[in-house]
């Protein structure tokens, strides 16, 4: 997952792999608006949508509103405020000695917990050296692996709603 996150808007690009297949889906937030675009194998596996929605919409800009029942889960860390939310540890929280990722000199929390029981572990790593910012956030559930990578702090972030979206609620 890559992200480019403001306050009032934002982008995720997810490469999801499940049992030797990939795909992509990109999500945006634009004015209180998400949008999403995939193909058939993300839409499906990683989205929730029905096999003949994810056929249906694979390719195509789909067009979310902030009322729809679903907006939450879509939009969830993609703006900046929910992406720091979402980076919140819970206790018991280990430190972790620093250690250098993705080239930069990081130091690490770990929190291990068990949800609906499987043993989850979150590592999230900062900044060793000046302002303590995100560097990378892992999530393992068994034998799942979530990454996020965090970069370029303080860019603008030029996210515009895409043109021709199918209205979806």
Not at 19 to 37: D, E, H, I, P, Q
Not at 105 to 117: C, D, F, H, K, P
Not at 127 to 152: C, D, M, Q, W, Y
Request: aromatic share 8%; hydrophobic share 40%.
């Amino acid at each position: 997952m890559v992200c480019d996150a403001a306050l009032d808007r934002g982008i995720q690009r997810i490469t999801y792999r499940k049992a030797g297949k990939s795909g992509r889906v990109t999500v945006l937030v634009v004015a209180n608006t998400a949008y999403v675009r995939g193909d058939a194998f993300v839409l499906a596996n990683y989205m929730g949508f029905s096999g003949p929605a994810a056929t249906r919409f694979a390719g195509r800009w789909i067009k979310i509103p902030h009322t729809a029942s679903w907006y939450p889960t879509v939009s969830e860390a993609v703006r900046l405020r929910s992406t720091i939310k979402e980076l919140a540890l819970p206790r018991p929280r280990v430190a972790l000695p620093e250690s250098v990722l993705n080239g930069q000199r990081v130091i690490g929390v770990r929190n291990t917990s068990t949800a609906s029981g499987h043993r989850v572990t979150r590592t999230l790593y900062v900044r060793a050296a000046g302002l303590r910012l995100p560097v990378a956030e892992v999530t393992r559930e068994g034998r799942n692996r979530f990454g996020v990578t965090f970069s370029k702090w303080n860019q603008p972030v030029n996210v515009s709603a895409p043109t021709g979206a199918t209205p979806i609620s």
